[in-house]
């Protein structure tokens, strides 16, 4: 096990397996594509620990409130770090994280989403450090996201050996 896995362990947190999609869905596509030291993730959502996208579903500021959110995206950092784990073999060879897409599924009215994007930012901290962990961002409300997902993030990351 490398530092990045033993400090997600130390810290109790757990990587789900891939995600199970919602019966009839096709992703025809890489959740992470690597091209030279670049990895690009592409959008993941929260999942709870059998794979399956975790619960509550809903818009920010209706169905799931601020703190459910916040959780929601640390649970998206998960997906995307035990994702980059299959992808690349190892987190150690993170380099850097550089840019982060945020994507939060609003109720008309709310406005606070770099507080629940805030929840993968905090993640990333915990787990790589400011050094490697800081990253730009970027934090939207939409009207909806797929499966009526609270969250959704996309990020680019630099890869070392």
Do not use: C
């Amino acid at each position: 096990m490398g530092k990045i896995e033993d400090r997600i362990t130390e810290l109790g947190l757990v990587l789900p397996p891939p995600l199970t999609p919602p019966a009839g869905t096709r992703l025809p596509f890489h959740s992470v594509h690597v091209v030279g030291e670049l990895a690009y993730v592409a959008g993941h959502g929260p999942q709870a620990a059998d794979g399956s996208i975790a619960r509550p579903l809903g818009r920010v500021g209706a169905e799931v409130s601020p703190e459910q959110a916040y959780e929601a995206a640390r649970l998206t950092g998960l997906a995307i770090l035990a994702s980059l784990s299959r992808a690349v073999g190892d987190l150690d060879r993170i380099a850097a994280w550089g840019r982060v897409f945020g994507m939060v599924n609003v109720a008309p009215g709310f406005d606070r989403m770099p507080d629940v994007i805030n929840g993968f930012s905090d993640l990333l901290t915990e787990v790589f450090g400011h050094e490697v962990g800081g990253h730009a961002r970027s934090a939207v409300g939409l009207a909806a996201l797929p499966f009526g997902i609270p969250v959704e993030i996309e990020a680019t990351v630099h890869l070392g050996d």
